[in-house]
């Protein structure tokens, strides 16, 4: 089974901190993926990686930014914590072959900012 | 832009059948899937359509439509533990854009 790993299931941290939030798959995925999945607003897509050192934007990411150093890692940074980046963060992998390959998320990391 | 619609609410009882409509606009389709989550959980993969048709997988099938932009989730022989959101997702490139997802309360 493929296995998808976040750091941290629950997380505070301060209006002005940098944040990283790590995530690692165990099954050679080549694409990453970082959503926020907020209540009525559903996941939006953050930022993805199809490759190491490769990054491309989703639909929201002003206030965040991503680091892809190893295939297997893909790690999200909120470069100054703000209270409206309080959320649920999840991380997904999938493989690149054809259109019909499902992303396997991670469990989630909910990250409150005070 | 990419607009996925679902409905925000449903409500079934257990042992009946229940449709979860998905009305799709993207700019680029490489196939919409469909996701169950329980509540503080993961999403988890349920469903995958990329031809007009049913695809049918035990209790749960899906409907795709390209031509109309349209699918539905179809789920038979409800049971309390299908209580969960469900997911509508669509490809447009290699990423994946969701829609807010459809709470599903069944009903004893």
């Known amino acids: 089974d493929v296995k998808v790993t976040q750091s941290s299931r629950y997380l505070v941290k301060r209006t002005g901190e940098k944040v990283f939030l790590e995530c690692v798959q165990d099954?050679?995925?080549?694409?990453m993926f970082w959503y926020r999945q907020d209540p009525g607003l559903g996941l939006r897509l953050i930022y993805f990686?199809?490759?190491?050192?490769?990054?491309e934007k989703g639909d929201i990411p002003e206030g965040y930014s991503v680091s892809r150093e190893k295939k297997e890692r893909f790690s999200l940074i909120l470069e100054s914590a703000s209270t409206n980046q309080t959320s649920m963060y999840l991380c997904?992998?999938?493989?690149?072959?054809?259109?019909?390959?499902?992303?396997?998320f991670g469990d989630g990391t909910r990250l409150s900012i005070l | 832009g990419q607009n996925i619609d679902q409905p925000t609410e449903m409500t079934a009882t257990e042992g009946a059948i229940v449709q979860i409509n998905c009305t799709y606009q993207?700019?680029?389709?490489?196939?919409l899937f469909w996701y169950q989550q329980h509540a503080g959980e993961a999403p988890t993969f349920l469903s995958y359509?990329?031809?007009?048709g049913l695809e049918e997988k035990g209790r749960f099938s899906s409907f795709l439509s390209r031509s109309k932009g349209y699918s539905y989730l179809l789920l038979k022989e409800l049971q309390m533990k299908d209580s969960a959101s469900y997911l509508c997702?669509?490809?447009?490139?290699?990423?994946?854009?969701f829609g807010a997802g459809t709470r599903l309360t069944v009903k004893p």
């Open positions: 997904a992998s999938s493989l690149p072959r054809g259109g019909n390959q499902p992303q396997h």
């Open positions: 099954m050679d995925h080549e694409n």
């Open positions: 990686s199809y490759d190491v050192k490769m990054k």
């Open positions: 993207t700019s680029g389709f490489n196939g």
């Open positions: 359509n990329v031809l007009d």
């Open positions: 997702a669509v490809k447009p490139g290699p990423d994946m854009r």
